[in-house]
Each structure stands twice: as structure tokens, then as C-alpha cells.
């Protein structure tokens, strides 16, 4: 997730990701995704496991900026909101 400018970046795990994106657009949960205004979806994997999941956040929290913003043009390079391709 992100917001508009796409200075701050929100990296999670969820098993239900029109339900959790939904959340971060309407500002239902407490914290830093309300508190930064991250409404954009603008990059996600589909994983097969839990474990798996959790394994690619941790990698992907510990990344650089520079690293972030690169993978994330390689599906998405002008950083549209891509939740309309979900739903």
C-alpha cells in the first residue's frame, strides 16, 4: 500500500486482500496505514502458504527503498492503483 505521493510504503500478509485493501481505503484500522493515508494498492504476490508469506514480508521489509520502488515497476511502473484489477 501507498499513498498518493508515494513516499511511504506499508508492506503485509493477509488472506483476503479485497477485504484488506478495502480496510486500508476506508480507513477502518488504527495505524499506520490510516495514520500515512495509504489508500493505493500499487504491488502484491499471490503465495500458496501462510509461511511463505510471512517469509516474503520479512525479506521485503528489510529491502532498501531504491530495491522496493524497482520491484514494484516491474509490474507496475507509473504506480497506479491496481485494487480494480483484484475486484
Known amino acids: 500500500m501507498s499513498n498518493f505521493t508515494h513516499t511511504t510504503f506499508y508492506i503485509g500478509v493477509t488472506n483476503n486482500i479485497i477485504r484488506r485493501v478495502n480496510e486500508h481505503k476506508t480507513d477502518l484500522i488504527e ?3 490510516k495514520k500515512y493515508h ?3 494498492l500499487i504491488y ?3 503465495v500458496e502458504s501462510i509461511e511463505e508469506a510471512i517469509k516474503r514480508e520479512k525479506q521485503l521489509k528489510n529491502w532498501h527503498r531504491p530495491w522496493k520502488i524497482n520491484l514494484i515497476k516491474t509490474i507496475n511502473p507509473d504506480f497506479k492503483d491496481l ?3 483484484i475486484i
Open 31 to 33: 495505524g499506520f496505514t
Open 83 to 85: 485494487y480494480s484489477t
Open 38 to 40: 495509504l489508500h493505493e
Open 44 to 46: 502484491y504476490e499471490n
